[in-house]
């Protein structure tokens, strides 16, 4: 059974720095695409980044809105995705969602963890 | 960016009602249309990928259908357990973008 866990959310002051850490179970991780997906209290889905497999040697991709400022990671032996965040500010509020991808043509979002809340606030 | 707008941002339906939600790209995106369904303070869930082709364990109740930069989400027979808001999100090109989603609520 396919498993996606989140942690490392918490209230963080603007400007602050943050790790979230995904710990994924049931599936060989390193054949897969990994995302980052948020979503803003109340409001809708935003995409954060990607984290190709290991056959594309794990590039990344990232929004616009985060470019500079957030960094995806993982290991592999530890079956585990990050998200290291920095330069936090209040609209980074939101629960951040793990998301695995699989494939049929193109990457496809098949498997959300629960999520994890960050709220940036002074 | 692609931007997705989905119609209508709500509607309100009775159990048994066929619904359609529907989602519109600003440029094409090759049939590359996921649609996601989300309960109230859950995760949202895979429902659709690749405009039409149903998730694992995905009831048939629910289909897509589309092509070019017009798509569609049909529930045949609505049930209690499908008030929910649905998000689509095009996967074509980066950055990966989601339409604004639809809450189906009861009347």
């Known amino acids: 059974e396919v498993q996606l866990v989140e942690s490392g959310g918490g209230v963080v002051q603007p400007g602050g720095s943050l790790r979230l850490s995904c710990a994924a179970s049931g599936f060989t991780f390193s054949d897969h695409y990994m995302d980052w997906v948020r979503q803003a209290p109340g409001k809708g889905l935003e995409w954060v980044g990607r984290m190709r497999n290991k056959a594309n040697s794990y590039t990344k991709e990232y929004a616009a809105s985060v470019k500079g400022r957030f960094a995806i990671s993982g290991d592999e032996s530890k079956n585990s995705l990050y998200l290291q965040m920095s330069g936090l500010k209040t609209e980074d509020t939101a629960i951040y969602y793990c998301v695995r991808l699989a494939y049929s043509s193109g990457w496809y979002v098949d498997y959300w963890g629960q999520g994890t809340l960050v709220t940036v606030s002074s | ?107």
């Open chain 2, 1 to 107: 960016d692609i931007q997705m707008t989905q119609s209508p941002s709500s509607l309100s339906a009775s159990v048994g009602d066929r619904v359609t939600i529907t989602c519109r790209a600003s440029q094409g995106i090759n049939n590359y249309l996921a649609w996601f369904q989300q309960k109230p303070g859950r995760a949202p869930k895979s429902l659709i990928y690749a405009t039409s082709s149903l998730q694992s364990g995905v009831p048939s109740k629910f289909s897509g259908s589309g092509s070019g930069t017009d798509f569609t989400l049909t529930i045949s027979s609505l049930q209690p357990e499908d008030f929910a808001t649905y998000y689509c999100q095009q996967y074509n090109s980066y950055p990966l973008t989601f339409g604004g989603g639809t809450k189906v609520e009861i009347k």
